[in-house]
């Protein structure tokens, strides 16, 4: 996997320890006992269920901790306008997930100009990932796989534009990309992944 700065460089928004790790640690304690449905998949003018293509935990956290992730997520707005260079009026309330072992989303935008498409997905400009626990082979609330790939990195280089590269995740790591790029999360082979994850409009 590839450090987060790599990705800086190459026009992604990053943000370290944008949760602290106090908070992290409680997020995690409150999605373990949370409820869940599987997350959809937006086809149309609905949301589906392939598990195919997609099988992921949505989960139901409290008013208070969900309110104040969208506040927090609403804070930076004016600094993702700034750097990708395009007016945002606001985020949609975060979702809380997480991926089991074998669990994965497969390659995918997070919006398309599709007529039929929800009208909510396709004003997305910026999608953000807040990551709640890290990706490493040791530790009790860690996990391994699951990478969150890009692709389109490179997209003037026959040769790199479909190779797809891996996000090494760190504990509160926000990372912030257009909505149009593609990506994918790997399989998770060991321990739960859990992240948060919401889009700008």
Not at 183 to 188: D, Q, R, W
């Amino acid at each position: 996997m590839i450090a987060a700065d790599f990705f800086a460089r190459l026009g992604l928004f990053v943000v370290p320890n944008f949760l602290s790790q106090d908070i992290c640690a409680k997020l995690r304690s409150s999605l373990a006992s949370a409820d869940w449905k599987p997350a959809p998949v937006a086809e149309g003018s609905q949301d589906t269920y392939d598990e195919e293509y997609r099988k992921t935990k949505q989960h139901t956290i409290d008013n208070a901790s969900k309110n104040e992730m969208h506040v927090r997520l609403l804070s930076i707005r004016a600094q993702l306008e700034s750097h990708f260079r395009t007016p945002l009026s606001g985020c949609q309330a975060p979702k809380f997930l997480s991926y089991s072992v074998g669990e994965f989303f497969r390659a995918h935008a997070d919006t398309a100009d599709d007529m039929d498409l929800q009208e909510e997905i396709k004003a997305r400009k910026v999608s953000a990932v807040v990551f709640i626990n890290r990706n490493s082979h040791e530790g009790p609330e860690t996990y391994s796989g699951g990478a969150l790939v890009f692709y389109d990195l490179f997209p003037e280089d026959p040769q790199l534009r479909s190779r797809g590269f891996p996000l090494q995740p760190e504990e509160g790591l926000l990372i912030a990309f257009p909505s149009r790029m593609m990506h994918e999360v790997e399989p998770v082979t060991r321990g739960k992944r859990y992240s948060i994850v919401t889009w700008y409009s």
